[in-house]
C-alpha cells in the first residue's frame, strides 16, 4: 500500500518487532487460488483457504501486515455503520438483523480460532455501546435498541438516569459481548503462521503487476518478472484496489487514530467497552491490554497521494481533547501515537465478497465499512466454501455488483 494510504507512526507495527518475515517471489508457479494483499484479510483469506486444504499462494507487494491492517483500531462490532432504521433505504430490517448475526457469527469464529491456537494477539470480547449526547436524538437511540432487542440480541438501554459512564449520554444501546477488539497486527502475522503450518505459501515485497484472464483460470505476472498461474485470484487489497478493476468501490475518506500513553486507570469508562457516538462522521474509542486509550473519527474526504499535514495535526489534537473531555477522572491522559488512513464505505455498510460478474476467475474479498475484519472472516469463510461448489445465500448480501443500475 502506498504512502498515500497510510500515515504516520502506527501503534499496532511499532509496538512490536516483526514475528517473521516471508522471502519474495523467485520463480513461477502455480496454484488453485492466488491471493492479493497481505494485510489481515488476505491472511484471514489464507488461514480458510489452508483449512480446508486447498492449495493457495498470497503476495503482498510490501510488508505483512504494515497496510491498513496496521492502523485499523480493531473494533470487532456486530454492528453496522449506521443504525438499521437508517440503512432500510438498502435493505430492509431482517436483513440488517441478520447482518448483525453474522457479526456474531464471525466473532465467534474468532473465539475459536483463539480458543485452538493460543491468544498471541490480546483478543478480548466486549461489551459495545452506541451512544447519543442530544437529546434530540433519543427516539432515534431507541429505537434502535428495540428493534436489536426483538431480533434476539442481548441489549440494555441506557440514558442519563442509568448511565455509568463519566461523559454526557442521553441515550445508548449497549450490547453485551456485541463485539471483541485484538491486536491487528499479531493477529495477522499468527493466522499466517497457522496457514503455513496448513501449506499456504506466501511472499512479500512481491507486487502484482499485471493480471491476465485466461480459458481455465488467471494469470499473475509479478513486478520481478515472475508469473503465478491460479484457477482464482481473489482481491485482498483493502483500498488499494483501484489497479484490478475498474468499479467504484465505495467512497473514501481519511479517518485519524490517535493512541495515548498507558493510563495508571480507566475510571468513567465502564468495563472498557467499545464506544462509537452517532456524529456524523461519528467517534469510536477503545483501550489496550497495554492500558492505552484510542480514539478515532474526525474524517474527511479522501484525495489520492494528498497529505495534510496541518489538517492531521488539528484532527490530532480534536481527539486528544474529546478523550479528555470524556474521561475527566482518568489521569494524565497524554498523546503517544498519531495516524491516519484512507477508509472507504458503501451505501449499506457492507463489504464486497464473491465473484466478479465479468471475469469468473475473479474474485473480491473487500472489507469496505467499519466492519472489515468480521466481513473479511465471513469470506474467509464463504469463499473457501464456494470454491468446493457450495454456494452460501449470504453470498447475496455482498454481492459486487449489487449497486450497478
Ligand atoms: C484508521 C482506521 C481505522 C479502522 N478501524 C476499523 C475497525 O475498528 N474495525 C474494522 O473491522 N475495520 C476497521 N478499519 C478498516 C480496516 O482497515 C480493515 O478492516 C482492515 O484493516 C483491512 O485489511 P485489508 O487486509 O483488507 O487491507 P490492507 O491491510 O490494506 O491490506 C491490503 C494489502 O494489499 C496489498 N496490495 C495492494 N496491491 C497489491 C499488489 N498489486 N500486489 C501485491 N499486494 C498488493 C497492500 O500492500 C496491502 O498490504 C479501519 C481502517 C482505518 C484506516
Request: one cysteine or more; charged letters at 20%.
Given at each position: ?102 457479526g ?76 471483541a ?30 493480471l491476465?484472464?485466461l ?13 503465478l ?41 465502564h ?11 461519528y ?27 496541518k ?30 488512513g ?38 474467509g ?25
Amino acid at each position: 500500500m502506498g504512502l498515500h494510504y497510510v500515515q504516520g507512526q502506527a501503534l499496532f507495527t511499532h509496538t512490536h518487532p516483526i514475528p517473521r518475515q516471508y522471502p519474495y517471489l523467485t520463480e513461477n508457479l502455480e496454484t488453485d487460488i492466488i491471493i492479493i494483499g497481505g494485510g489481515v484479510t488476505g491472511s484471514i483469506l489464507g488461514y480458510y483457504f489452508s483449512k480446508a486444504n486447498i492449495p493457495a499462494i498470497l503476495i503482498e507487494k510490501h510488508r505483512i501486515g504494515h497496510g491498513s491492517t496496521s492502523i485499523t483500531t480493531s473494533l470487532l462490532q456486530y454492528e453496522l455503520d449506521s443504525n438499521a432504521r437508517e440503512l432500510e433505504k438498502y435493505m430492509p430490517l431482517e436483513k440488517t438483523l441478520h447482518a448483525y448475526h453474522l457479526g456474531l457469527k464471525a466473532l465467534s469464529e474468532i473465539d475459536a480460532f483463539i480458543k485452538e491456537k493460543g491468544n498471541t494477539c490480546h483478543f478480548e470480547w466486549k461489551d459495545t455501546l452506541l451512544y447519543t449526547a442530544k437529546q434530540t436524538e433519543v427516539c432515534e437511540m431507541e429505537e434502535e435498541y428495540t428493534i436489536r432487542k426483538k431480533g434476539g440480541l442481548e441489549v440494555d438501554f441506557l440514558t442519563t438516569t442509568n448511565n455509568p459512564f463519566s461523559f454526557d449520554l442521553k441515550g445508548g444501546v449497549y450490547a453485551h459481548k456485541g463485539g471483541a477488539q485484538l491486536d491487528p497486527f499479531l493477529y495477522t502475522h499468527h493466522l499466517l503462521k497457522v496457514s503455513c503450518e496448513q501449506g499456504l505459501k506466501v511472499y512479500e515485497n512481491t507486487q502484482v503487476r499485471e493480471l491476465h484472464y485466461l480459458p481455465d483460470g488467471v494469470e499473475v505476472i509479478t513486478s520481478y518478472g515472475y508469473t503465478l498461474k491460479g484457477k482464482k485470484v481473489i482481491l485482498a487489497t483493502g483500498y488499494d484496489t483501484d489497479s484490478f478493476t475498474t468499479r467504484n468501490l465505495g467512497v473514501k475518506t481519511v479517518t485519524y487514530n490517535i493512541a495515548t500513553q498507558p493510563v495508571s486507570s480507566f475510571e468513567g469508562w465502564h468495563n472498557k467497552v467499545l464506544i462509537r457516538d452517532n456524529n456524523d462522521p461519528y467517534h469510536y474509542f477503545r483501550t489496550t491490554s497495554d492500558h492505552r486509550l484510542l480514539a478515532g473519527g474526525e474524517d474527511i474526504p479522501f484525495h489520492t497521494g494528498i497529505f495534510d499535514e496541518k489538517t492531521a495535526h488539528e484532527k490530532y489534537t480534536i481527539l486528544l481533547a474529546q478523550l479528555k473531555t470524556m474521561f475527566p477522572h482518568i489521569p494524565h491522559i497524554e498523546l503517544d501515537y498519531a495516524y491516519c488512513g484512507a477508509f472507504a464505505s458503501t451505501p449499506d455498510n457492507l463489504g464486497f465478497i464473491g465473484e466478479d460478474p465479468k471475469h469468473k476467475s475473479l474474485w473480491y474479498c473487500l472489507g469496505y465499512g467499519a466492519n472489515g475484519i468480521l466481513f473479511a472472516i465471513l469470506g474467509g469463510m464463504m469463499l473457501s466454501k464456494l470454491y468446493q461448489g457450495e454456494v452460501s445465500k449470504d453470498l447475496e448480501l455482498f454481492k459486487v455488483n449489487r449497486f450497478d443500475g
